[in-house]
């Protein structure tokens, strides 16, 4: 998030809004603002290769506090805002932090937190006044509103090390080797993304997710340094999201399969409500898109949907338009960058159209922070192909299909099950909300599948929905793959990104197996 030469070439184009409020900071203002930042945190002996975090929810700050770390050489962390307090003090801790932001939303959670932090030597509080705080803690405006505007002396390329999202396991620090190089320069896979996605400088993104998510960091920070305009949504509506689509003439966007389902339950009327011609890439990621809702966006919105896939670590990417999905359904795409290779368990080459763990070689270096027994899971013995644990196959033709994460196969009675299959029927099922598919003990088998269903308003889990659901599902599947039981919650626990926080759900029934 790196703007100097947009500051000095449009200075009062807007480099972002915030959609509730309708707040506007210019190219311009976010450079000085990032500046003076980087300014007070190299006052506070920061140097390059130090760690900050973030806890904040989606505001005006946010975008400013990572760009002070992008010119400073240093790497900052976005946690979670929906963490509790000993999930934070965990990423803040593990992630070796010095300084802390923190938004007045998000304080109390913040101070609990901190007292499980000594390390932390500074916390700064957004959109406060410091007569107001905590003993301690510093206002954020106040510490940087007499400092430089302009560039700090030496000037280094700083990265976001971003925490996975916990829905396997602990979440895991992702860090990549700073570089040395100055702040303007772009990382290999951002210079993929910007051409296939299409990034120009007149364009208009619009981010409705959680700013701490990998997605949206990476999809902001490509269009802030390109010059775009982007709008950011404090939280995700879907009336909204059309309502501003309309409003700032959006032409470019990044969803999640969940956000795309919340939008097809609309009704027509507030479908078709608002103009969305402006409209040239929606781009979907995050996790496979069930096929039927896929159809349904391709039928309402045409050749603008795009799916990519992009291991977490930016490994490699295969990317799909709506004219290559048609013909082979169910696809991410071909794999256009970085070299895939599809393996067993004993890293030999899955045949064509069979599963395997997928494996990118060629892609960007990273390793899990303070974390050598994760990184040696996710690299080859060779040392030249890396991992996150997706599941997936390769046709005939080169399109690359997702089936699930190898975390979440179920192993029952010796057979290899993926739930998302199932997952994905079951969502697109008319009566169903939203659905989770996993392995639960069994005396006989080791595990058996069980799916967990959130119903739609209006709807009643009972044995007769159970006995529909049942049959739907087994004119599709197999009968390995049917689950042996359901049941149903009021809702189910799905991060603001859109995954679905299976491990809570599956926990709950091991701990009581």
């Known amino acids: 998030m790196y703007a100097e030469k947009y500051a000095q070439q449009c200075p009062d184009r807007a480099a972002f809004i915030m959609a509730s409020t309708g707040v506007s900071v210019s ?129 280094l390329l700083g990265h976001s090390m971003l925490y996975s999202s916990g829905t396997t396991g602990r979440p895991k620090g992702i860090i990549r080797p700073l570089s040395g190089q100055a702040p303007d320069s772009v990382l290999p896979v951002f210079q993929f993304l910007e051409g296939i996605l299409g990034y120009r400088d007149d364009m208009v993104y619009l981010s409705p997710a959680p700013l701490y998510h990998s997605a949206p960091q990476a999809a902001i920070n490509l269009a802030i340094r390109r010059g775009a305009t982007v709008v950011i949504m404090e939280r995700f509506d879907p009336v909204e999201y059309l309502r501003l689509v309309e409003h700032y003439q959006v032409s470019h966007s990044q969803l999640v399969p969940t956000m795309f389902s919340r939008m097809l339950k609309l009704s027509d009327e507030e479908r078709q409500q608002y103009d969305l011609s402006s409209m040239e890439f929606a781009v979907h990621a995050a996790a496979p898109c069930p096929e039927i809702i896929k159809r349904q966006m391709i039928d309402w919105w045409g050749p603008i949907i795009h799916e990519y896939y992009g291991a977490t670590e930016g490994l490699g990417f295969a990317v799909c338009d709506s004219h290559e999905w048609l013909a082979h359904p169910g696809t991410v795409g071909k794999v256009v960058a970085g070299e895939l290779s599809v393996l067993d368990d004993e890293m030999n080459p899955s045949p064509k159209g069979e599963p395997g763990t997928l494996w990118f070689a060629n892609g960007s270096e990273f390793r899990y922070f303070n974390d050598p027994e994760k990184t040696a899971e996710a690299t080859s013995p060779s040392g030249e192909m890396t991992t996150v644990g997706d599941v997936g196959y390769v046709d005939e033709d080169g399109f690359l299909f997702l089936t699930d994460r190898k975390a979440f196969m179920i192993i029952s009675g010796g057979v290899n099950i993926y739930p998302q299959e199932s997952e994905d029927l079951l969502i697109s099922h008319p009566k169903v909300a939203d659905a989770a598919v996993f392995g639960v003990p069994n005396a006989d088998f080791g595990e058996e599948v069980k799916a967990v269903i959130q119903p739609i308003d209006g709807i009643t889990g009972d044995q007769s929905l159970t006995e529909e659901l049942l049959q739907y599902l087994g004119k599709h599947l197999s009968r390995q793959k049917v689950p042996r039981s359901i049941d149903y919650q009021l809702e189910l626990p799905r991060l603001p990104t859109g995954k679905l926080y299976k491990r809570a759900l599956r926990d709950s029934y091991w701990d009581e197996g």
Not at 41 to 53: F, I, K, M, T
Not at 107 to 120: F, G, H, K, T, Y
Not at 129 to 142: A, H
């Open 27 to 155: 190219y311009k203002e976010f450079e000085a603002r990032s500046n003076r930042l980087a300014h007070y945190l190299q006052s506070q002996g920061l140097v390059a290769g130090d760690h900050y975090s973030m806890f904040m929810e989606n505001n005006e700050y946010y975008l400013e506090i990572c760009g002070a770390g992008e010119r400073s050489g240093l790497f900052y962390t976005c946690i979670n805002s929906y963490l509790t307090p000993s999930e934070a003090a965990y990423i803040i801790n593990n992630s070796e932090s010095k300084v802390l932001f923190v938004s007045p939303a998000k304080l109390e959670v913040a101070v609990e937190a901190l007292a499980e932090c000594p390390n932390i030597e500074i916390v700064l509080v957004v959109d406060s006044d410091s007569s107001s705080l905590p003993e301690g803690m510093v206002s954020y405006s106040q510490a940087i509103e007499a400092l430089p505007s302009i560039p700090i002396d030496k000037q």
